[in-house]
């Protein structure tokens, strides 16, 4: 085979996993350095000689790939979203279907592929992919960087030096005016007013809130909040580690359980929720968490060994182990459960390639990315994460306002199952823990397809410094199937292909991890998906199937979905934070109901559809339960279509998979977590735009005995006729185990859509290329 050496390179190279080729490229260049290949068989157009490398080397420098095409004799070089093709010997470069005239070609020496150690420069940096552009003006809701934070963290400490002991729990940018951001966007020109960063520290259980004016280069707020319990942080999950290594108390508690060696145990930290004082925490000075812990075999997967019936209570500040609580012994299981294929035989598919040979639709300018019709900004919040804002759509010539701000606005997840380790269990992921912070940076192939666009993140750290989250978001299009199709007999086939823009980011959160999607279509639809996968948390029982004795009692409160382990019944509820500008902020709330009536104009029917449209007026009337058959319509009275409608947008807020329709919490009126949770009942809530009304479970939940989001929000049922108006959309999930979900779960969607609703004149998408042009 020609070049079989080569190609036997390439290849190997290629059918490793990334460490693997990361080690192998590192290899190759030690080796090509140590031999000091230069290759004198090209001059250089200027004169004296050209320094060969061989190709792998230069572009993987570079941080591109190579992969090679024996039958066609090219070589495909990929490096983002640049696409180039290479012959050997040949002056021309084909970069995403342009060509370009190279100084020096490619060559073969010794079956090895030979290339200028410029050419990674002249070909990916040669302006011919414009997916990337440079920002000149920058947007106003631009994350912070990392020299901003530097500068806030320093002015901070220079402002409050006899400040000790301080925690970063957040550091962002503060909200700029809404309207002055919106006609920075649309007139593409500078914000004029200063950049403000805002941050949270915590000590103790003290919060300390302010605002430094990186214009002014000053602190220009400080205010704190006394027994008030901030997040979880990083530095929080090291300690509780420690602090159970070294509890004499809970070495004691775990020999009980047949452990003896304290180092295999991982201890998950919990926040404790709020009962009132039932659950035996009455001192609310206390910054404490329960910790909850699982054997590590050696299997990879600790999360299949729980050490039941044992919660470690312990106090963050004095780092110690408080109290024990206990239950009945339960034995461990200890069957290894790895999830990483190590204990079977694993398929390999061939691959399944996705290219865009002529470059990306998209281009992306900063963090400001156009598609389509589709224009909007991208930023990564530590708390909430993945933020879409100032979006539009190009419909004739005018960019029209859709949506400022879009994004989760929180989350809880409840379990229902009242034992000793258990019944505390309701997460507020977000709000307690931070889910931008647990980021998980995704790999190509993997979490995301191959032609998809990886973007790092900056955010800051518990002690202030900024780090880079690499790979936090993807961006990539993809084929959804027919967009329309109409096939009249003996005629020309009417058709064309939907694509679909996907902005994709994942939080690991403990043993489980959430998938986000924004997903927008060229028809002007706007879909959030939010997967859940990971690792189920279950719980170690006596039972090892259903016709034991204990088999009824143990499963009271989840599946058995292995020997000794159930699944326990619990709840994914997600509300999203969605700031409507239906063509601009006057907007309002429409009901549409389809009804039954009888027929009044003759002819043998006997009954009639027609449909009932009302106005909600108020916050508390536009908080209800989705019904999957009516139509509730975000709408702007000012602004009509060409058939005198009022533009609107729908919303549909709905499960999906094994649980069609979302539902509220299943639990009984009189729980505690409905004192301090008011998001999760109702599917559709509607409030006043108000800039600090930013989590609907409230700006510190974690302890919380009261409601300070949604239900506080819309105490004052403020009018929401012809206002600037946020829609808070909540959908989820009961989670009823099932064995096909062990040891690792398959995603498991749910979703919201927003769909444009008499919004244009006609259908947005008509424009496509339909069908296959064959002239060409």
């Keep these: 085979m020609r070049h079989a050496s080569h190609q036997q390179k390439i290849n190997a190279t290629i059918s490793k996993t990334p460490r693997q080729r990361t080690a192998f490229k590192s290899a190759l260049t030690a080796l090509v350095a140590s031999l000091a290949f230069i290759y004198s068989g090209q001059a250089l157009a200027h004169g004296g000689e050209v320094h060969m490398v061989p190709l792998e080397e230069a572009m993987s420098t570079a941080g591109a790939e190579v992969t090679y095409d024996s039958y066609a004799d090219i070589y495909t070089i990929t490096k983002d979203a640049t696409r180039v093709k290479i012959k050997p010997s040949s002056s021309t470069a084909m970069i995403n279907g342009k060509p370009l005239t190279i100084t020096n070609p490619l060559v073969m020496k010794n079956g090895q592929a030979l290339v200028p150690d410029t050419l990674a420069n002249e070909i990916l940096q040669s302006n011919l992919d414009q997916t990337f552009k440079v920002e000149r003006t920058p947007h106003p809701l631009n994350s912070l960087n990392s020299d901003e934070i530097k500068q806030v963290t320093s002015i901070i400490r220079q402002s409050k030096p006899k400040e000790k002991n301080l925690r970063f729990a957040d550091i962002r940018l503060k909200q700029p005016d809404k309207d002055a951001v919106w006609r920075s966007v649309l007139a593409d020109k500078p914000y004029s007013g200063d950049r403000v960063a805002t941050f949270t520290l915590l000590k103790g259980t003290t919060a300390i809130e302010g605002e430094v004016n990186l214009d002014k280069k000053a602190l220009t707020s400080w205010k704190t909040l006394e027994d ?7 530095g929080d999950f090291i300690a509780v580690q420690e602090i159970i290594q070294t509890s004499p108390e809970y070495k004691v508690a775990l020999q009980k359980h047949g452990i003896d060696d304290v180092t295999k145990v991982v201890g998950t930290p919990l926040t404790v929720g709020y009962f009132g004082g039932k659950d035996g925490l009455q001192d609310k000075q206390q910054r404490i968490l329960k910790i909850v812990s699982y054997l590590d075999v050696g299997d990879g997967n600790y999360w299949a ?42 398929v390999t598919n061939k691959p399944l390639n996705i290219i865009e040979p002529e470059g990306k639709n998209y281009t992306i300018t900063g963090r400001n990315v156009e598609w389509n019709n589709w224009k909007f900004h ?37 379990y229902g199952d009242p034992d000793v380790g258990w019944y505390f269990k309701s997460y507020l992921d977000a709000g307690e823990y ?30 202030g410094n900024p780090y880079t989250i690499p790979n936090a978001i993807a961006i990539f299009e993809r084929y959804a199937g027919p967009e329309f199709k109409h096939q009249e007999m003996g005629q020309k086939n009417v058709s064309t292909e939907r694509r679909e823009l996907v902005v994709r980011w994942i939080s690991t959160i403990g043993n489980y991890d959430y998938i986000f999607d924004w997903v927008l279509q060229p028809n002007g639809t706007i879909g959030i998906d939010a997967g859940a996968t990971g690792i189920e948390a279950v719980k170690g029982v006596l039972a090892k199937t259903m016709h034991d004795p204990s088999a009824k009692e143990d499963t009271r409160y989840g599946t058995l979905i292995d020997h000794n382990i159930v ?39 006997t009954s009639t559809m027609e449909t009932r449209e009302t106005t909600v007026l108020t916050e508390t009337k536009a908080k209800e339960n989705f019904d999957p058959s009516s139509v509730r319509l975000i709408s702007n009275a000012s602004k009509e279509n060409r058939m005198g409608n009022p533009v609107s947008y729908q919303m549909i807020p709905f499960a999906g998979g094994t649980h069609p329709i979302a539902k509220g919490a299943n639990f009984a009126d009189d729980e505690w977590l409905f004192n301090r949770l008011s998001f999760m009942d109702k599917q559709i809530w509607v409030t006043q735009y108000k800039p600090d009304e930013l989590y609907p479970e409230g700006t510190y ?20 006729h012809n206002k600037d108006l946020v829609v808070w959309l909540t959908t989820g999930t009961t989670h009823i185990a099932r064995a096909e979900e062990w040891p690792i779960m398959p995603t498991e969607w749910v979703n919201v859509l927003l769909k444009p609703w008499n919004f244009f004149d006609e259908t947005p998408s008509l424009a496509l290329n339909q069908g296959k042009d064959e002239s060409k």
């Design 567 to 605: 699944g326990t019944t619990h709840q994914h509820i997600y509300n999203f934070r969605l700031d409507m500008d239906i063509d601009g902020e006057t907007n309002n709330i429409k009901h549409i109901e389809p009804i039954v009536t009888k027929n009044t104009r003759g002819g043998p029917r």
């Design 228 to 234: 008030t319990f901030g997040m979880v942080l990083i």
């Design 701 to 720: 939940p974690n302890r919380s005995d009261k409601d300070t989001g949604l239900g506080a929000f819309i105490a004052d049922d403020e009018k929401i």
């Design 434 to 463: 931070g889910m931008g912070t647990l980021t998980s940076p995704l790999e190509k192939n993997i979490d995301a397809p191959e032609n998809a666009v990886l973007l790092d993140a900056v955010l800051a750290d518990y002690e």
């Design 378 to 414: 991208i930023g990564l919040d530590s708390r909430t994460g993945l933020q879409l804002s100032t979006m539009t759509f190009n419909d004739k010539g005018v960019d029209r306002k859709i949506m400022y701000q879009g994004n989760l606005g929180g989350m809880v997840v409840p």
């Design 305 to 346: 060994h729980p050490i039941e019936n044992l919660v470690a209570v312990v106090d963050l500040d004095t780092k110690k182990v408080v109290k024990i609580e206990e239950g009945s012994v339960i034995p461990v299981p200890m069957t290894p459960r790895p999830i990483d294929g190590r204990d079977r035989d694993i």
